[in-house]
């Protein structure tokens, strides 16, 4: 079935590769040791400790001199209204966390990355198309066909090891613009057995881009005329039903299921520590006097801090000792729990694709507009943030939520792609091709697979396409039950 796939002509093999979009080249956070069982505990206190450009230069101001907004107010602003809705926040909360600067007084910084990328109003992902060419970046869904195509190879093999169930939840978080799932279906569309089981269920918070999910998919709704009845949708593509929820806990449970989760775990809020004076403090968001952000340092323990309590005991010593700044990311955790005992439960399993590292992360936090990084304080809401996945963190807490899961990988995209069968897969979509076509696909084959700069490209320097393959790693969930998944073994 594997090869028969493969070598099927897909009907969009005419996809073509932009040369005005790449891939920001991620620069790689530097991975020190970690501190360990001889941390210094975090006095409460009275003031909060400035970070400047230098970690040793350090002041420590009194609460009093923290920014206040008088009342009142004529002098024209150019803050956006969410700049402004954050700035509010600081100003009653005194500052807030690195994770709640960036959703509304109800969370910390965590909140203040999430609000950032999810505020209703002025949210990053809410109310525009963020990706390709005129967005902000580009994911691999969007270089080229085969990658979702080799996503519904593993999803059909998951299928088979689960000895083919009549009834399978197929389920993508964070779905951008639906195009891997729209792949996934089109290269498995000829294999009713598996795409006859699939009920689809999109996660995805943002009316613009369920708009844009629901065009991808080729859908078509259905009038219900009994009262209580959701308008259900059907995707032409595969004739398979497709619905749309804010959150995962809306997905039906019961069924077996299978998540994709491709670059979701990225955008999830991080929070960060910095050792500091007291101890590990957890970085905040202040306000100076001018009204522009900056960093501070919690003066007591925050929230997060039982997350990186729980970072640190799965660490090894050597790994944190000789950091100065540590990452934690509590939703992740939070999260992997949650599929974890979905999994243990309900059978199937998950699929994790993300650029990171599989150990403690430093300082990774970046923000992308236009495929540029700019300073992440810089006018929130306008550009893209994200952060690199700490697969080792994903791997402990799947390990800890269910004694029914089993936990493989990290491994590279390109080992993960490669054993699936993707030169296979572009040597046969090579056969039928125009020249153009086929460089369009040499192209993003190499962006999916390789490593560094595409050796053949003969385009302006500043546009040379980025290899994938090493930066991004693959890592699976599954009920134990169903044995070891392809490739992983």
């Known amino acids: 079935m594997l090869r028969k796939l493969l070598f099927r002509q897909a009907p969009r093999a005419h996809r073509f590769l932009s040369t005005q979009s790449t891939l920001p080249l991620l620069s790689k956070c530097s991975v020190f040791s970690y501190c360990s069982s001889s941390r210094p505990e975090i006095p409460p206190s009275n003031s909060i400790e400035h970070l400047e450009d230098q970690p040793t230069n350090t002041i420590t101001i009194d609460r009093s001199g923290l920014y206040s907004a008088p009342e009142h107010s004529h002098e024209p602003s150019t803050d956006s209204e969410l700049v402004k809705h954050l700035k509010g926040i600081i100003k009653h909360s005194t500052a807030v966390s690195l994770g709640h600067c960036f959703v509304v007084g109800r969370y910390l910084w965590q909140n203040n990355m999430e609000e950032v990328l999810t505020n209703p109003k002025a949210g990053f992902y809410i109310n525009r198309d963020i990706f390709g060419a005129e967005g902000d970046f580009i994911t691999s869904p969007e270089v080229s066909q085969m990658f979702g195509e080799m996503v519904g190879v593993w999803a059909m093999c998951l299928w088979e090891q689960m000895g083919q169930p009549k009834r399978v939840n197929l389920v993508e978080l964070g779905p951008g613009r639906g195009t891997l799932m729209a792949d996934l279906l089109r290269g498995a569309s000829k294999f009713k057995n598996f795409t006859e089981s699939l009920h689809i269920h999109m996660v995805e918070c943002?009316?613009?881009?369920?708009?844009?999910?629901?065009?991808?998919?080729?859908?078509?709704?259905?009038?219900?005329?009994?009262?209580?009845?959701?308008?259900?949708?059907?995707?032409?593509?595969?004739?398979?039903?497709?619905?749309?929820?804010?959150?995962?806990?809306?997905?039906?449970?019961?069924?077996?299921?299978?998540?994709?989760?491709?670059?979701?775990?990225d955008a999830l809020p991080v929070h960060q520590f910095q050792r500091g004076s007291r101890g590990w403090c957890e970085k905040m968001i202040d306000v100076t006097e001018d009204s522009s952000f900056r960093f501070v340092l919690s003066p007591q323990p925050t929230p997060a801090t039982l997350y990186l309590m729980k970072r640190f005991k799965w660490a090894v010593p050597k790994e944190v000792e000789k950091l100065n700044q540590i990452e934690v990311c509590p939703k992740a955790m939070d999260l992997t729990s949650t599929l974890a005992k979905r999994i243990g439960v309900d059978r199937g399993g998950a699929l994790i694709i993300d650029y990171g590292l599989n150990g403690v992360v430093s300082d990774s936090l970046q923000a992308i507009r236009k495929h540029k990084f700019v300073n992440i304080l810089d006018n929130p809401g306008s550009a893209d943030l994200s952060a690199y996945v700490d697969f080792a963190s994903i791997k402990h807490s799947a390990e800890e939520a269910s004694d029914d899961v089993s936990v493989h990988g990290p491994i590279t995209q390109s080992q993960f792609l490669g054993s699936l069968g993707i030169n296979f897969r572009v040597e046969a979509l090579l056969q039928n091709c125009t020249d153009e076509q086929a460089e369009a696909l040499r192209t993003g084959y190499w962006r999916l697979v390789g490593d560094g700069e595409a050796p053949f490209w003969e385009g302006p320097e500043e546009q040379v396409p980025i290899g994938m393959g090493i930066r991004y790693m693959a890592m699976a969930i599954v009920n134990k039950k169903q044995g070891i998944p392809i490739p992983f073994q």
């Open 206 to 265: 943002s009316p613009a881009l369920q708009k844009l999910q629901h065009q991808s998919l080729k859908c078509m709704d259905e009038e219900n005329t009994s009262e209580g009845v959701d308008k259900r949708s059907l995707s032409t593509l595969a004739g398979t039903p497709v619905s749309w929820h804010a959150t995962l806990e809306q997905v039906p449970f019961g069924l077996p299921t299978i998540i994709i989760a491709h670059e979701f775990y």
